[in-house]
């Protein structure tokens, strides 16, 4: 599986963003999760999504203000972020997995990542 991160950019607080995960190969059954890493921070799990769309998690905070789709037709993850924090600041990254742990790293396909920033 191949995954591809686009979306990011820069906004000012409060602004939404919405993130795409562009998914290509043996793309089927993988649950995906989208994960963040700020400067300086480990990488930490934002949100998940089973691979029938259902089964969304999210970490505290952010549930309430980002929610997690996927168009399996067009083999997309979708993560759109409202309301975004300075906080929110950090490079975005997309992995599938067969059964995608929630609150693991331990993911077997990465993307590449992509910037968001917020700023106050």
């Known amino acids: 599986v191949q995954l591809q991160a686009s979306g990011g950019g820069v906004v000012q607080a409060g602004d939404s963003l919405r993130l795409s995960c562009a998914a290509s190969g043996r793309t089927f059954s993988y649950a995906v999760g989208w994960f963040r890493q700020a400067p300086g921070k480990e990488r930490e799990f934002v949100a998940r999504?089973?691979?029938?769309?259902?089964?969304?998690y999210y970490s505290d905070s952010v549930k309430g203000r980002f929610t997690i789709s996927r168009d399996n037709a067009k083999n997309t993850v979708y993560l759109q972020m409202n309301s975004l924090k300075p906080e929110d600041t950090a490079v975005y990254y997309c992995?599938?997995?067969?059964?995608?742990?929630?609150?693991?790293?331990?993911?077997?396909?990465w993307g590449q990542g992509t910037q968001v920033t917020v700023s106050s």
């Open positions: 999504i089973g691979w029938s769309g259902g089964s969304t």
């Open positions: 992995a599938a997995d067969w059964t995608g742990v929630v609150n693991s790293l331990n993911w077997a396909h």
